[in-house]
C-alpha cells in the first residue's frame, strides 16, 4: 500500500497517539519525589510483608528488608512478572512471560516518522518506535517462539535471548518496506525482557 509503505499491507489505519519512555518517566518521577524529602532506599530488597500486630495504631503491615523493618499503612507491588516471589498465592493469577526486543540502526536508512504496529496475524503482530538518532527499535517476533511455550511462557529468566527469535529481525526492514532493499540497516542489539500475564 502507498499510504503505509508496507508489503502486502490489506489495510492501514493513521491516528494520532502519545509515546512513553517508561524509564525516562519513572526516573523523573524519582527525582522530583527525592527533592520533596522522599527516602528512597534502593538495593533493598523486601524479604516478607506481613500483618501488623493487633495493637499496632500507626501501621497495618510490616516490611521486614535487608535493611530493617518499614512499618506501612499501604504497600504497593511493583513486580511485575515477579509478584509470586512475593506472593505465592499470585503465582496461577500473574504468570511471567518473556519478549524480545531489537534495535535496527544504519548509514543511509529511511527515517520513520510513525510508530508501527503491524498484525501478521490472528496472534501475532510486530510494533516499531522510531527513535530520535534516526534507529528503529522492535518487538514481537512471535512466529520464532509463540509455540514453544518453554521459551516463553511462565519464564522470567532474562538471561537468555529467546534462540527461535534471534534471526528474526535480520533483514526485517528490507523484507516488510517498501524502499528500504538497498538501505544497510541491520540488527544491532537484541535483549529479552519479562512481563506478565495476568489471567
Not at 527525592?34 to 497495618?60: C, E, F, M, W
Not at 509478584?83 to 536508512?109: C, W, Y
Not at 535480520?170 to 532493499?181: C, I, L, V
Amino acid at each position: 500500500m502507498d499510504v503505509s509503505g508496507i508489503r502486502g499491507a490489506k489495510s492501514c489505519l493513521t491516528y494520532n497517539a502519545a509515546r512513553l519512555w517508561p524509564y525516562r518517566l519513572v526516573t523523573h518521577l524519582l527525582e522530583k519525589a527525592v527533592s520533596l524529602g522522599i527516602n528512597l532506599q534502593t538495593y533493598t530488597p523486601v524479604t516478607s510483608v506481613s500483618t501488623a500486630s493487633t495493637d499496632a495504631k500507626d501501621h497495618r503491615w510490616l516490611v521486614a528488608t535487608s535493611r530493617g523493618s518499614v512499618k506501612a499503612d499501604v504497600v504497593v507491588y511493583a513486580t511485575n512478572g515477579y509478584t509470586s516471589a512475593l506472593l505465592p498465592e499470585m503465582k496461577d493469577k500473574i504468570v511471567p512471560v518473556k519478549g524480545i526486543v531489537a534495535r535496527l540502526a544504519g548509514t543511509n536508512m529511511e527515517r520513520l516518522t510513525n510508530s508501527y504496529m503491524m498484525r501478521l496475524s490472528e496472534y501475532e503482530y510486530d510494533y516499531m518506535i522510531p527513535r530520535p538518532d534516526g534507529s528503529v527499535i522492535i518487538g514481537g517476533a512471535k512466529q520464532g517462539f509463540f509455540k514453544n511455550l518453554d521459551e516463553w511462557f511462565d519464564n522470567s529468566d532474562d538471561s537468555n535471548l529467546i534462540k527461535g527469535a534471534r534471526r528474526y529481525f535480520d533483514g526485517y526492514m528490507q523484507r516488510h518496506f517498501y524502499g528500504w532493499d538497498n538501505t544497510d540497516v541491520r540488527t544491532e542489539d537484541v535483549w529479552t525482557g519479562s512481563k506478565y500475564n495476568s489471567s
